[in-house]
């Protein structure tokens, strides 16, 4: 099983990154996917999941109108469209998958400048 995320980097204030969690080693599109992230210091905090077939999302208060979840089956690929970053963004991302099991990525990280 692998979750491998990507996308993460260096933007301002303001800016927008999308990041990807590509799976594999599992049945993807039965399992529901989520986004979290872990700045120094403070606990894992959820942002944002997305049921198996893509049709229900959830989001985390600290997030909800400026990030978007998506998956593509098809391509058994997760993405975290991220908008109006703020420094306070700044963190590593994990994608997670929950179904059978629980599986995590190693995380990218995210660091927005002021």
């Known amino acids: 099983v692998q979750l491998v995320e990507s996308g993460g980097g260096l933007v301002q204030t303001g800016g927008s990154l999308r990041l990807s969690c590509a799976a594999s080693?599992?049945?993807?599109?039965?399992?529901?996917m989520s986004w979290y992230r872990q700045a120094p210091g403070k606990e894992r905090e959820f942002l944002a999941a997305?049921?198996?077939?893509?049709?229900?999302?959830y989001y985390g208060t600290s997030v909800k109108g400026r990030f978007t979840i998506s998956r593509d089956n098809a391509r058994t690929t997760l993405y975290l469209q991220m908008n109006s970053l703020k420094p306070e963004d700044t963190a590593v991302y994990y994608c997670m998958a929950r179904g059978g099991s629980v599986y995590w990525g190693q995380g990218t990280q995210v660091t927005v400048s002021s």
């Open positions: 997305i049921s198996s077939a893509g049709d229900s999302t």
């Open positions: 080693g599992f049945t993807f599109s039965t399992y529901t």
